[in-house]
């Protein structure tokens, strides 16, 4: 199980990290298509702007009839350099026909035509109108297949006029924002993009404010105001710093419901995990109880036994006061039995709600005392001692008498069990506020770390090893702590091992 879900999160996060490398790539491609477009478009504005005025112009002077080519002329005026410069761009017709012996059809002639396209541009200093100082380009270029010839004579007219603009005077960084945002929303792409136009590998300043070349975020390149032959000095590079987010952002829906549910099959697998070893743990400490249980009860039913084969003596029967000592014994004995039970089932009571507890209003300095009589005499048979502080001025609480003297007489016979030695116990009272602390106080043996986080847990003990030194099951402390609870106070311990344990008790007063 443990190696299955190693696999399942391994592929769910290399599925996560493929489908992120899939998106950056689709992005990547979508990105590249759409600077292609806004060059695209760009180019076709330019040439919108030139066209459709000359068209206008030419449709409202008119054409003769019997030209053989179409051809187009501007004129643009310099005024740094104090030139003219006259642009012709035309297509020339030329008509050819063959005679019949040339031919291999039965025909005794046949017409085609052949088209050319002519451009031209002179620079013409002022003053030397004569042509004394003209510089001449013409380029002849020949059709092998039907072209709209118009509307490219008229490209190319404008392709020469305009190459020798600057850029910013050809495009704006308000217009390719404008037409880059339209096309990245068109394709699903909205995210932030910065630009710049670069000229000859020099950024021009037809760019956004904050475009910057720090090889942080991938770049993308178009080709700008290409000429006829596909050359330009003019790219738009771009990037896209929200690229990442919205990489992310795409697959983020499936990524995060994909980790919900590979959580929940973690936090189930611990939590069945955890409750396997909690219930090997109770399986455990039921087979301790178990044990236990069964010790305490071996002593007081073996002398039972030898009591009533005593008894049972002639030489015992006709002595009245041997006879008396052994009913007494048996009577001890049947009662100790008869309190390891009734000490389970007000366990098992408590944790069902079932045990009624009435409480009263008691000076717990009484209880402390009643309780304190209770073991006394074990104490003093043990050669110990057990002193109260009662330094408390009030001690006024809501409590059952009977239950909370049993709380007190469990810690005090623990604190009995626990020392090695003479048992030394002292018992301290003192008020915090509203509260009453009751300090149980011995020199004993002490527990461990680990013992007094469970000290408290039902059929809890710690462990001696094979040694049965300490007699009990493991449910005083448990008792103790479902008292308290009851009565809307805390317990805990402070302990040393080997330096003895303090029991802490705290309850409200009242008035």
Not at 315 to 320: A, H, Q
Not at 343 to 366: A, Q
Not at 386 to 402: F, Q, R
């Amino acid at each position: 199980m443990s190696l299955s879900l190693i696999g399942i999160i391994f592929v769910q996060g290399y599925w996560i990290s493929n489908s992120v490398e899939a998106k950056r790539e689709q992005f990547s491609f979508s990105a590249k298509r759409a600077l292609a477009s806004v060059a695209e478009k760009i180019q076709n504005r330019e040439l919108e702007d030139y066209y459709y005025p000359l068209q206008k112009l030419i449709d409202s002077v008119g054409v003769p009839d019997d030209l053989t080519f179409n051809e187009y002329f501007l004129v643009e005026e310099d005024p740094i350099t104090n030139e003219v410069f006259l642009y012709r761009n035309g297509i020339l017709q030329q008509d050819f026909k063959l005679s019949a012996p040339a031919l291999e059809y039965d025909l005794d002639s046949i017409e085609f035509k052949r088209y050319y396209n002519r451009s031209s541009r002179q620079v013409i200093s002022r003053g030397r109108l004569d042509g004394g100082n003209i510089s001449t380009r013409d380029k002849v270029q020949e059709f092998s297949r039907l072209v709209d010839f118009e509307k490219y004579s008229y490209k190319n007219l404008i392709n020469d006029v305009v190459q020798k603009k600057p850029i910013h005077k050809r495009v704006s960084a308000k217009e390719i924002q404008r037409v880059m945002t339209l096309e990245l929303v068109e394709r699903e792409m909205e995210t932030d993009f910065e630009f710049g136009i670069f000229d000859n590998d020099l950024l021009t300043k037809v760019r956004s404010e904050n475009f910057e070349l720090d090889g942080s975020s991938q770049l993308y390149k178009a080709t700008l105001f290409p000429d006829k032959d596909g050359i330009s000095d003019y790219y738009l590079y771009a990037n896209f710093p929200g690229e990442k987010k919205f990489v992310i952002s795409s697959i983020i829906g499936m990524a995060v419901l994909s980790i919900i549910f590979t959580l929940i099959i973690v936090v189930a697998y611990s939590s069945a995990l955890h409750q396997l070893n909690k219930q090997r743990q109770i399986s455990q400490i039921k087979t301790d109880f178990i044990n236990n249980m069964t010790h305490e009860f071996k002593t007081p039913i073996a002398t039972i036994n030898l009591a009533l084969d005593a008894v049972k003596n002639p030489k015992i029967s006709d002595n009245k006061d041997k006879v008396a000592y052994y009913h007494s014994m048996i009577r001890d004995e049947n009662k100790r039995m008869h309190a390891q039970v009734e000490n389970v089932l007000r366990i098992s009571k408590l944790e069902k709600n079932e045990l009624d507890i009435r409480k009263e209003r008691y000076k717990l300095h009484d209880i402390i005392e009643d309780a304190v009589n209770h073991v006394e005499l074990i104490v003093e048979n043990r050669n110990g001692y057990i002193e109260t502080h009662l330094e408390a001025h009030k001690s006024s609480v809501l409590a059952n008498e009977s239950h909370f003297t049993n709380v007190i007489v469990n810690i005090l016979d623990n604190a009995v069990k626990y020392s090695s030695a003479e048992p030394k116990i002292d018992v301290f009272t003192e008020n915090v506020k509203d509260f009453i602390y009751v300090k149980i106080q011995d020199q004993g043996d002490g527990m461990s770390k680990t013992a007094q986080r469970k000290i408290f847990e039902k059929f809890y003990r710690e462990h001696t090893g094979n040694i049965h030194n300490v007699k009990g099951h493991g449910l005083g402390l448990a008792y103790a702590r479902q008292i308290v609870e009851d009565h809307q106070g805390e317990i805990f311990v402070e302990s040393e091992k080997g330096k003895g344990s303090t029991f802490i008790i705290k309850l409200p007063l009242i008035s």
